[in-house]
């Protein structure tokens, strides 16, 4: 009997309120949930102690499933440059805690991430959603949204990357 390859991955949906998390696990082209939430911070607690509580429990994370690659979302600038910084702040914390365990890490803009999911990279919020649900034979759609966005980079990380090389598809890197 051949022994089927698979990985652990680590999804990331960063967010200073807000980094959602989810952990699938992949068995050669089968993937499956293993588990997602969502690190919160309040605004009313300062940006340095934000930023470490998403470090800590990101560490936590990988300290716990023991992730072999990571898939990110990158910061998508839109209109609100403040939000952009403060989401690129709370990345950073979470690409650490990757780094210090020496994690493969995949960067991914969100049409990217819809595009592996869903088929298109103008896909809305729902049907990113859907989708996570159906790839990973889940009951329910991930909540909160975070979790089903972090868990969706994981799903893109997996489509996209050839595993043990750390080389991902031509222009989808």
């Not at 990985?7 to 990331?12: K, T």
């Not at 800590?56 to 609100?80: L, R």
């Not at 805690?97 to 088929?119: D, N, R, T």
Request: overall charge neutral.
């Amino acid at each position: 009997m051949v022994k089927q390859a698979q990985r652990v991955i680590l999804g990331i949906d960063p967010g200073l309120a807000h980094t959602g998390w989810g952990v699938v696990l992949q068995r050669a082209s089968k993937m499956s949930c293993v588990a997602y939430g969502c690190i919160e911070t309040s605004s009313s607690t300062s940006l340095e102690l934000r930023l470490r509580k998403i470090y800590e429990q990101t560490a936590a994370v990988v300290d716990h499933y023991k992730p072999t690659c990571v898939g990110i979302e990158t910061v998508w600038f839109g209109v609100n440059v403040q939000s952009a910084f403060a989401t690129g702040q709370a990345r950073g914390a979470a690409l650490v805690a990757c780094a210090a365990e020496g994690i493969e890490v995949a960067e991914f803009a969100p049409s990217q991430i819809k595009l592996a999911v869903v088929g298109t990279g103008s896909a809305d919020k729902a049907q990113v959603q859907y989708m996570v649900k159906q790839v990973l034979g889940l009951d329910q759609v991930p909540r909160p949204d975070h979790a089903a966005d972090a868990l969706a980079a994981a799903i893109c990380f997996a489509t996209h990357s050839f595993p043990g090389t750390g080389k991902r598809e031509a222009g989808l890197s």
